[in-house]
């Protein structure tokens, strides 16, 4: 024990009134440089107000800054068998799940709510790619699962926010087989008429967008967001071609029809809350879309026969 760390230092701060200012007081724009108050920056969802660049945000985050008034009720995630494999790399299977549940205070990948956006019912899912890179295993896959049986229980469209390296490794074919599970999931949904929306953000990738993550009634991906199934680097590497530049970028995508809409942060409630009371024909929103597809009517004056 360090007893002028520990004791000494913190009598003499306290005696002359210093404060220990916390290390991400500050946070740097990945484009820009520029340094952002981190209070600035939380009030702002993580999107730099002046780039508008677009920070990674925890699952817990999301869903209070996506629900209304932050309010939710979470879904409890499935249990399942821990490590069914017994994988072993240069560190235990088990030993990487206890640092990441440190790490995000999560069991696993998925965080599940239920709430209100703009006053409708909705189930939210999101992947959090702090735990292990948003990895697509057992776990992840049951909570998925799960959050679509909730959906067809209450009969509320699913919004998912996809953020993914794609399947876990350390569960083998386990983490391969949870694609055609989510993927029977998305059906039943369909087969039920309910929307489902997925929110592509920054990295999806793999076998999440190989199942899931594509299969949305409407799809929206984050400004500069990397969406495809394998990576740039590999891609490159394998057809021995420089890449075109923005390629797998929300925007080169949108622009070659692979989604349907780029939108910030910030005004993803309300873009989802509005195709939703389309999607779901609420009076409001059909009345809505009618005035944006159909002309104004134009009266057209009366002919009165010539004399």
């Known amino acids: 024990m360090n007893w ?15 404060r220990e200012i916390p290390d991400n007081l500050w946070i740097k724009d990945p484009e820009s ?8 920056l939380e009030e702002n969802q993580y999107v730099i107000p002046s780039s508008g660049h677009h920070m990674k945000i925890s699952a817990k985050e999301r869903l209070r800054f996506f629900f209304d008034d932050g309010r939710y009720e979470p879904i409890d995630n499935p249990k399942v068998i821990v490590d069914p494999l017994k ?25 599940s709510g239920t709430g209100t956006i703009e006053g409708l019912p909705v189930v939210v899912t999101v992947q959090d790619f702090a735990f292990m890179g948003g990895s697509l295993g057992m776990a992840a896959g049951d909570a998925i699962i799960r959050a679509f049986s909730v959906a067809l229980e209450k009969k509320r469209p699913l919004i998912l926010f996809a953020a ?11 983490s391969l087989m949870q694609l055609p599970r989510t993927t029977v999931a998305v059906d039943r949904l369909k087969e039920a008429g309910l929307p489902y929306i997925v929110v592509l953000t920054n990295p999806t990738t793999g076998g999440v967008t190989a199942s899931y993550a594509m299969l949305g009634d409407v799809h929206i ?32 995508l949108m622009d070659h029809g692979m989604v349907d ?18 999607l ?12 944006e597809i159909l002309p104004p009517v134009v009266p057209v004056p009366e002919r009165r026969p010539q004399a």
């Open 221 to 252: 991906a984050e400004p500069g967001a990397l969406i495809g199934f394998a990576g740039p680097r590999v891609i490159e590497q394998t057809i021995r071609e420089k890449l075109p530049e923005g390629f797998q970028r929300s925007e080169y």
């Open 261 to 278: 809409m780029v939108v910030s942060r910030l005004e993803l409630k309300s873009t989802i809350a509005n195709l939703l009371k389309i």
């Open 4 to 18: 002028i760390t520990n004791y000494v230092r913190p009598k003499i701060n306290s005696m002359l009134g210093r």
């Open 164 to 174: 993914s390296g794609g399947a876990r490794m350390q569960e083998g074919i386990l």
């Open 87 to 111: 994988f072993r790399d240069e560190k235990r299977y088990v030993d990487r799940l206890k640092d990441a549940k440190a790490k995000t205070g999560m069991e696993d990948a998925i965080l």
């Open 33 to 40: 440089g520029e340094m952002v108050f981190h209070k600035d």
């Open 280 to 291: 779901t024909k609420a009076p409001a929103a059909a009345k809505a879309a009618e005035a």
